[in-house]
C-alpha cells in the first residue's frame, strides 16, 4: 500500500515537473496533493489529510490556476519550459536525494512503539484551542492579512502623472 | 594689584584676544569703537604687565631659579602630558613688558595712520590676535605652547603683511614671509619631537634639570644632542630672519608701517632670540652648537648690515638693520649671555619701533614716496619726527648714554670674554665681525638720516607736514626709553637688568672700558664717515658707487640671494620636481593602477556571478549545502558517522 | 493498515525525494508559477516529514501535526501573496518568466 501510494505521489510529482505545458503540470500537482493525503492517512492522521484535500488540492490549485490563466496567452504546450541550468539544479537535487538517504539511513531515531491515537480531530481541537491558542490566533490574523496584501499587491496600479 | 596680576597673568593675553573676538564679531562696523576696544584691552593688558614687573623686581632673584608656573593639562596620554600655562620669570616678564608696550603705543599709532582705510577694524583686529599671540608665546611654559603660539603669530604676521591684499607686491611678501618662516618652523617642530622622545617632557623648567644631565636621563651622544639643537634652531633662523633665511624680512615691509614697526621689529621677529633663550640651556651644553648660534649671529649682522648702505628705501633700510641687530642678539646667545640677547632685544625693541614709527611719520607725510632721494630737508618740516629719529640713530649707533649703547657694549664685552677668558679664539673673528658691524650700522642709519632730514626736498610736488599727536606721542614715549632704557643695564649697577634676565648663576661682568670707548670711536667713525659723504657731501657717493662699482652692485641687489634662490627653486627643486612627477606618473601611478585595474577585473569576472536571477542564488544556495556536507563529511575523519549526520550536532 | 516493514525511515526518505523533486522544479524551471508549484510541493514534503515524526516519536502528542496545520496556513498565505505579486510583475512586465526577472542585478 504505501510503496502504491509513494509511486503514484513520486511520479505525479515528477510528471508536474518534467511537464512543458504549465497547465498540465498544475493538474499533476494535484495529483500530487493528493497522493500526499494518501500518505497522512497512512500516518493515522485523519484531520490532516482533510485539510490536505481541502486546501491544497482545493484551494492552492485553484489559486495556481487562476495565476495561470492570469498570466498565460494562447498556446499552452510551450509555457513551462527548464531554464539553462537544468543539470546543474537536477544533479544538485539528486545530491540532496543521495544525502537525505544517508542521513535518514545513519541516525538512529528515537521511535515509540506506542500505540496511536485513533481519534485525531478532537485531540488537535483541543491542542488547537489551549496550548495553541495565541499562535492559532496569529495564524488567523495571518492570513487575513495577507488576504488584504494579496488584494493591494494585485491591485491595478492607478496611472499617475 | 601686583599679587593678582602676578597670579592671573593669563589675562595679559586673553584680554586681546577678548578684543579681537569682538572686534570680528561685533564691533566690524563700527571703526572707532573697534580702535577703541582694542586699546583699552591692550591698556590694561600693558598695566598688568607693568605690575608683574614690579612683582618680580619685589621678589629680586628669586623667580630666576623658582619661576611661578601655573598650568593645567591640556592633553594627556602614555608618556605624553602637554600643559598650557603661564610661566612668570623675570625674562617673560620683562617681554611683556617690551610687547604689550610697543603694542600699545603701535596701536596708538595707528589711530593716525590708518586713519580712513576702509580696513581699519580689520587692522585693530589683526592686532589684537597679534598681541594675544605673541603673549602667549611669551609666557608659555613648555615649547609645545610655545610652538602653539608662534604658528600663530606667523598667521598675523601673514595677514599683516598682507593687508592691503588688493596689491600684488603686498600679496607675495605674504606668501613668502609665511613660507620662508614656515621652512625654519619644520626644523623646529622636528627639534621639539625630539626632545620630546627623548626627554620625555617639553617643560622649559625641566629640561633646563635634565638636558645639562642628558647622559643621566637618555642615551643621546652628545653629537645626537647637538644636531637636536642645530634642527631646533631652524625655526629661530627662519623666525628671527637670521641668514640665509632673512630674505623674507626686507619684502614683509609691504605690510602697514605699525606693523612693521610690531611685528617685522620689536616684537615677532625676536620670538625666534626669546625661543633660542629660553632654550638656551641646549645650547650651552653643546659648545659647538652654541658657536653655530653665535656665527650664525654675526655672520647675519655683518652680512644685512653691509646690504643696508646701499638700499634706497627707508623701511628696507631698516629691516636690513634689523637683521643686522637680530644677529647681535643671536651672537649675544650664542656667547652663552641670555642678559646681553635680552638686554639688547630690549633696547631694540626701542630704538627700532621709534625709528620704523618715526619712518611711518615720513611715509604718512610723503604720501607713500618710498624712495629716501626723493626726501630731503624734511627737518623743517617735521621737527618732532626729525628729533626722535636723531635719538633713534644715536641709540643703534651706539653713541652713549643711549639704550643701544650700553646693550651693544654687553653683547662684545660677552663676546670678548668668551674669546678671552673661555679660551675660545673663534670668538675673537666673531668679536672683530661685531665691532665693523657696529661701524657699519653707524654709518647706514647715519646715511639715510641725512638724505631724508638734511639737505633741500627733492621732490618738488611734495607737501611735507608734521603728522598728528596720536602718532607722535609714541614717538615721545620710545623716544624717551630710548634715551633711559639703557641705563637699567649699566654694568656699574650692581643689581642691574642682569641680576634679574639671566640663567646660572649670576656673574656680574666688569666693565672693560677698552671695548667700551673702542665701541664709540667706531660707531663715531661709522658717522663721521656719513658726514662727510652725505651733509658736507665733500665725496660724491656717486663717484664712489661708480668706484666700487662691482661691490656696490652686489650690495644692492643684496648679495643676489633672492635671485640664487629663484635659480634654486626653478632649476633644482622644479628639476627634482619634474623627476618625482615623473616618478609619480609612470611607476606610483602605474603601481596603482595596476591595482586598480586588477580590481577592475577581479570585479568584471566576478559580476557574471551576480545575475540578479534568484534561482541562480537559490541553486547556489542548494548547492553549498552540498558541498558544505561533503567537506564535513570528508575533513572530519575521526567521527565519520557524526559527519554524515550533516553536521547536525 | 500499512505493512509493518514500513517504517519511519520509509516516510523520511519519501519526504526527502518529494523535497528534491519539488526543489528541482523551483531551481530549474523557467515559469514563475511552477516555480510557486515547486515550492508548494517543497512544502508538502516538509508537512509529511512533521505528520511523520509526530505518528512515530511522539506518537501520544500530537504536536507535529498542529504544527503542520499551521504550515499549511502559511503555505495558504504565501500562495496567495506570491501570485498577487506575480500578477503584479505581470502587469508591468508582460512575462512569467524568471529569466527577465533580474532586476536584482544593478
New interface residues.
Given amino acids: 500500500?504505501?510503496w502504491i501510494v509513494?509511486i503514484f505521489?513520486?511520479g505525479s510529482?515528477?510528471l508536474?515537473?518534467m511537464n512543458k505545458n504549465?497547465f498540465h503540470?498544475?493538474l499533476y500537482?494535484v495529483l500530487?496533493?493528493i497522493g500526499?493525503a494518501g500518505?497522512?492517512?497512512?500516518?493515522?492522521?485523519d484531520?490532516?489529510a482533510a485539510?490536505?484535500i481541502l486546501?491544497?488540492a482545493g484551494?492552492?490549485a485553484i489559486?495556481?490556476v487562476?495565476?495561470?490563466m492570469?498570466?498565460?496567452r494562447g498556446n499552452m504546450k510551450q509555457?513551462?519550459?527548464?531554464?539553462?541550468?537544468?543539470a546543474v539544479?537536477?544533479l544538485?537535487?539528486?545530491a540532496?536525494?543521495v544525502i537525505?538517504?544517508f542521513m535518514?539511513?545513519n541516525t538512529n531515531?528515537?521511535?515509540?512503539t506506542?500505540?496511536?491515537?485513533s481519534n485525531?480531530v478532537s485531540?488537535?481541537a483541543d491542542?488547537?484551542l489551549t496550548k495553541?491558542v495565541v499562535?492559532f490566533e496569529v495564524?488567523a490574523i495571518?492570513?487575513l492579512?495577507?488576504?488584504l496584501?494579496?488584494?493591494?499587491?494585485?491591485k491595478?496600479?492607478k496611472k499617475t502623472s | 594689584m601686583i599679587e593678582f596680576a602676578l597670579y592671573n597673568a593669563w589675562l595679559i593675553p586673553l584680554l586681546p584676544a577678548v578684543a579681537f573676538v569682538l572686534i570680528a564679531l561685533v564691533f566690524k562696523p563700527l571703526p572707532k569703537v573697534s580702535a577703541f576696544v582694542a586699546i583699552t584691552f591692550i591698556l590694561i593688558s600693558f598695566v598688568l604687565a607693568i605690575c608683574i614687573g614690579i612683582g618680580v623686581i619685589q621678589q629680586g632673584g628669586e623667580f630666576v631659579e623658582h619661576p611661578l608656573k601655573q598650568a593645567f593639562t591640556w592633553f594627556s596620554m602614555n608618556g605624553l602630558k602637554v600643559e598650557m600655562g603661564v610661566q612668570i620669570d623675570p625674562t617673560s616678564a620683562m617681554m611683556l613688558f617690551v610687547v604689550t608696550l610697543v603694542a600699545s603705543l603701535v596701536q596708538i599709532y595707528s589711530l593716525g595712520y590708518m586713519h580712513g582705510d576702509p580696513g581699519f577694524s580689520r587692522f585693530y583686529a589683526y592686532l589684537s590676535l597679534f598681541a594675544m599671540s605673541m603673549l602667549g608665546l611669551v609666557i608659555a611654559p613648555n615649547l609645545l605652547q610655545m610652538f602653539v603660539f608662534w604658528e600663530l603669530v606667523g598667521l598675523c604676521s601673514y595677514l599683516l603683511i598682507g593687508f592691503w591684499f588688493h596689491k600684488y607686491s603686498a600679496r607675495e611678501a605674504a606668501k613668502k614671509a609665511f613660507i620662508t618662516t614656515r621652512t625654519g618652523d619644520f626644523g623646529l617642530l622636528l627639534g621639539i619631537l625630539l626632545l620630546q622622545i627623548n626627554f620625555g617632557t617639553l617643560d622649559l623648567q625641566r629640561l633646563g634639570e635634565m638636558i645639562p644631565n642628558f647622559a643621566q636621563y637618555t642615551h643621546l651622544s652628545l653629537g645626537a644632542l647637538t644636531v637636536i639643537a642645530v634642527i631646533l634652531f631652524l625655526g629661530p633662523i627662519g623666525k628671527s630672519g637670521q641668514f640665509p633665511l632673512h630674505v623674507w624680512l626686507p619684502d614683509a615691509m609691504e605690510g602697514p608701517t605699525p606693523v612693521s614697526a610690531l611685528i617685522h621689529a620689536a616684537t615677532m621677529v625676536v620670538a625666534g632670540v626669546y625661543l633660542t633663550g629660553r632654550t638656551l640651556i641646549l645650547f650651552k651644553t653643546v659648545p659647538s652648537a652654541m658657536a653655530f648660534v653665535a656665527f650664525m649671529g654675526a655672520f647675519t649682522a655683518l652680512f644685512a648690515a653691509s646690504i643696508a648702505i646701499t638700499q634706497t628705501e627707508m623701511k628696507k633700510i631698516l629691516a636690513y638693520s634689523t637683521v643686522s641687530q637680530l644677529g647681535y642678539m643671536m651672537l649675544a646667545l650664542g656667547a652663552g649671555s641670555l642678559t646681553a640677547s635680552m638686554f639688547h632685544l630690549m633696547t631694540h625693541a626701542f630704538f627700532k619701533a621709534l625709528m620704523f614709527l618715526g619712518a611711518g611719520s615720513v611715509l604718512h607725510s610723503m604720501h607713500n614716496e618710498a624712495n629716501i632721494w626723493k626726501y630731503g630737508g624734511l627737518k623743517k618740516y617735521m621737527p618732532v619726527t626729525y628729533w626722535t629719529f636723531l635719538v633713534g640713530c644715536l641709540a643703534i649707533a651706539g653713541i652713549p648714554p643711549f639704550a643701544g649703547f650700553w646693550s651693544k657694549d654687553e653683547i662684545l664685552l660677552v663676546t670678548y670674554n668668551m674669546a678671552a677668558h673661555q679660551h675660545q679664539p673663534f670668538y675673537y673673528l666673531l668679536f672683530v665681525m661685531a665691532v665693523l658691524t657696529a661701524g657699519l650700522t653707524a654709518f647706514y642709519m647715519f646715511r639715510m638720516f641725512f638724505i631724508c632730514f638734511h639737505g633741500e626736498l627733492r621732490d618738488k610736488h611734495a607737501h611735507p607736514h608734521e603728522s598728528p599727536f596720536s602718532m607722535l606721542l609714541p614717538l615721545y614715549v620710545l623716544a624717551f626709553l630710548s634715551v633711559v632704557g639703557g641705563l637699567v643695564g649699566m654694568p656699574w649697577l650692581q643689581h642691574g637688568f642682569g641680576y634679574f634676565v639671566r640663567i646660572g648663576e649670576f656673574e656680574h661682568e666688569a666693565p672693560n672700558y677698552i671695548i667700551m670707548v673702542g665701541s664709540v670711536v667706531v660707531a663715531l667713525i661709522g658717522i663721521f664717515t656719513a658726514i662727510t659723504i652725505y651733509l658736507k657731501k665733500s665725496v660724491s657717493h656717486e663717484k664712489l658707487a661708480q668706484q666700487f662699482k662691482p661691490i656696490y652692485t652686489l650690495l644692492y641687489n643684496k648679495y643676489y640671494i633672492d635671485e640664487i634662490y629663484l635659480w634654486i627653486i626653478h632649476n633644482v627643486i622644479d628639476g627634482l620636481g619634474r623627476f618625482l612627477w615623473w616618478v609619480d606618473t609612470t611607476i606610483v601611478d602605474g603601481i596603482i593602477d595596476a591595482v586598480g585595474n586588477a580590481a577592475k577585473l577581479l570585479g568584471s569576472t566576478f559580476r557574471r556571478i551576480?545575475?540578479?536571477?534568484?534561482?541562480h542564488y537559490?541553486?547556489v544556495l542548494?548547492a553549498g549545502i552540498v558541498i558544505l556536507v561533503i567537506i564535513m563529511n570528508f575533513m572530519d575523519t575521526s567521527s565519520v558517522n557524526l559527519g554524515l549526520l550533516g553536521g547536525v550536532r | 493498515?500499512?505493512?509493518s516493514s514500513?517504517?519511519?525511515?520509509?516516510?523520511?526518505?519519501?519526504s526527502?525525494?518529494?523535497?528534491?523533486?519539488?526543489?528541482?522544479?523551483?531551481?530549474?524551471?523557467?515559469?514563475v508559477?511552477?516555480?510557486?508549484?515547486?515550492l508548494?510541493?517543497m512544502l508538502?514534503s516538509v508537512?509529511?516529514n512533521l505528520?511523520?515524526f509526530?505518528?512515530?516519536?511522539?506518537?501520544?502528542i500530537?504536536?507535529g501535526?498542529?504544527f503542520?496545520?499551521?504550515v499549511?496556513?502559511?503555505?495558504?498565505?504565501?500562495?496567495?501573496?506570491g501570485?498577487?505579486?506575480?500578477?503584479?510583475i505581470?502587469?508591468?512586465r508582460m512575462s512569467?518568466n524568471?529569466?527577465d526577472?533580474?532586476?536584482?542585478?544593478?
Fill in positions: 500500500m504505501f509513494a505521489t513520486l510529482a515528477l508536474m515537473v504549465i503540470s498544475a500537482m500530487t496533493f500526499v500518505v497522512y492517512v497512512m500516518l493515522n492522521a484531520f490532516m485539510v490536505q486546501v491544497y484551494a492552492i489559486f495556481l487562476f495565476g495561470i492570469l498570466t498565460q509555457t513551462n519550459l527548464f531554464s539553462a541550468h537544468v539544479a537536477g544538485v537535487s539528486l540532496m536525494i537525505n538517504g535518514v539511513l531515531w528515537p521511535v515509540s506506542a500505540e496511536p491515537p485525531t485531540l488537535i491542542l488547537m495553541y499562535p495564524a495571518l492570513l492579512v495577507a488576504l496584501g494579496a488584494v493591494i499587491i494585485a491595478e496600479v | 551576480q545575475t540578479g536571477k534568484l534561482q537559490a541553486l542548494f | 493498515m500499512i505493512g514500513i517504517g519511519l525511515n520509509h516516510f523520511l526518505i519519501f526527502g525525494t518529494l523535497f528534491c523533486i519539488g526543489l528541482f522544479g523551483a531551481l530549474a524551471k523557467r515559469n508559477i511552477a516555480i510557486l508549484m515547486g508548494e510541493v508538502n508537512n509529511i505528520v511523520a509526530s505518528r512515530y516519536v511522539t506518537t501520544e500530537l504536536t501535526q498542529v503542520a496545520i499551521f499549511v496556513a502559511v503555505a495558504a498565505a504565501e500562495v496567495a501573496v501570485l498577487a505579486l506575480i500578477v503584479a505581470y502587469r508591468s512569467v524568471v529569466d526577472f533580474d532586476w536584482l542585478k544593478w
